[in-house]
């Protein structure tokens, strides 16, 4: 299988041949051309091409692709174990799209129910927006050193990547550059995705000061809007807090994140607890600091969130004030693609610059020019956001089904409490 570390999960969707009528729709839909199969005979999905971003499965009139991964027993059989401590990192995403599965009406944001629910199931809880507080910090200071680096020309102690930046929390996107166009590689965001930062901080800092129990007995499951996420977790690369178990001298050797539960997973775990969200109580956790986050995390779901979240951080330290307005205007001649232009006055030198931002979802028709003017060294922009999913992973593929696929997504977004 191509590119694929040790440990990595090679496969996160298959197209059930029973139910394939080869109607070619999910083609439509798939960024990276990984479906195989002529129009009226049964598709297959190329692992070696797909990044598992789900929307075959979501769009699929005939439900014919399905998960391959199902950890839903699993994580029951950690939660009966009372030597675990299972702790549940909730994406954003998720608590307005879960109540849909409970019959309620689509966009309902249902944070508290979500929480009552989840402590009901008996999950700790660490909300994903605190962890995307910590992934914009440390983007928006990446992209700091790089402007006072590149642009203001001070010489930065800092392991500098190059301009333009893109965003790295979207594993499908980040899935595409490696397999695709390794020569951005080191324009990829260095910072951790918010799963993650919080499977990072739960296993150090959630387990010495927050549960005190030993890392090794805990189980982190990331709860996610994201087929791609299941992927994402099982990376060899992200065992940060074993590494830094190992720096303190102890023995240590696990994943930050054990495993991930979508949307449709969580709900159908609640539903074999006989855990109902309609008539669940409704759950605060005011005093769990890893439950706590700011505006700027809330954000982070939407497109156009993690761009604006890491620039407005950047912005305030090079000028010392609050980024009040950031206009995002389409691209004329590219379809699908928002830009917008920053100016900044260096508070310590007075000197001005102007940066340059752009957000694009969709990686087919939106992130490859993008990538192209990168290439041949014509790129007008110094950040560029790029997610998968339309509209960012509040469509992601782990998310309810719905008959008319993506196609409502506008409604939707306009009914989510952000917009
Ligand atoms: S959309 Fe569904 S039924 Fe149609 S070809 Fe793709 S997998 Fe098969
Ligand atoms: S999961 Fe995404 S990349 Fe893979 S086949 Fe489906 S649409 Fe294509
Ligand atoms: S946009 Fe969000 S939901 Fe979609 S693949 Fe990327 S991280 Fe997953």
Redesign the pocket.
């Known amino acids: 299988m191509k590119g694929y570390q040790i440990q990595e999960l090679s496969k996160v969707i298959q ?1 059930d041949r029973k ?9 439509e839909f798939c960024p990276t051309n990984a ?1 195989d ?1 002529k129009y009226g005979t ?2 297959s999905i190329n692992n070696d091409k797909c990044v598992f971003c789900g929307q ?1 499965l979501v ?4 439900a ?2 399905t998960d391959v991964i199902d950890p839903v027993d699993q994580v029951i059989q950690k939660l009966k174990n009372k030597q675990i401590t299972v702790v549940a990192a909730i994406a954003p995403a998720v608590r307005v799209a879960i109540g849909e599965e409970f019959g309620m009406e689509p966009g309902r944001l249902v944070t508290e129910k979500l929480y009552g629910a989840m402590k009901e199931a008996g999950f700790k809880i660490f909300d994903v927006n605190f962890a995307a507080d910590h992934t914009i910090m440390e983007e928006g200071s990446e992209l700091l050193a790089k402007i006072r680096h590149y642009l203001l020309g001070e010489k930065v102690e800092h392991h500098l990547g190059v301009l333009p930046q893109f965003t790295s929390c979207c594993p499908a996107w980040v899935r595409y550059v490696e397999l695709n166009y390794p020569q951005i590689i080191p324009n990829l965001s260095s910072a951790k995705s918010p799963m993650m930062m919080a499977g990072s901080l739960a296993k150090t800092y959630g387990a010495t000061d927050v549960w005190h129990v030993n890392p090794e007995d805990m189980y982190v499951v990331g709860v996610m809007p994201c087929t791609a996420k299941k992927f994402e977790s099982s990376r060899a690369e992200f065992d940060s807090a074993a590494e830094y178990w190992k720096k303190q001298g102890k023995t240590a050797s696990y994943p930050d994140v054990d495993t991930t539960l979508t949307t449709r997973d969580l709900a159908r775990l609640f539903k074999k607890l006989n855990i109902n969200l309609n008539t669940v109580y409704d759950f605060k956790d005011s005093d769990n600091p890893l439950a706590q986050y700011s505006g700027a995390g809330t954000i982070f779901a939407n497109t156009g969130g993690v761009m604006e979240a890491a620039l407005r951080t950047a912005y305030f330290i090079i000028t010392g004030s609050e980024l009040q307005t950031l206009e995002l205007t389409p691209v004329r001649g590219l379809k699908g693609i928002k830009e917008a232009s920053v100016t900044m006055k260096d508070i310590k030198t007075g000197k001005e610059l102007i940066v340059k931002v752009a957000v694009v979802y969709g990686i087919k028709e939106n992130a490859v020019p993008l990538i192209e003017q990168v290439i041949a060294g014509t790129s007008p922009y110094h950040f560029i956001e790029v997610m998968n999913c339309p509209g960012g992973c509040v469509n992601g593929g782990g998310q309810p089904i719905h008959a008319m696929g993506t196609s409502w997504l506008d409604k939707w977004k306009v009914m989510l409490p952000w917009n």
């Open positions: 197209i139910k394939c009528k080869g109607c070619d729709s999910c083609k479906i199969g049964v598709h075959c769009n699929c009139p005939f014919a692709p």
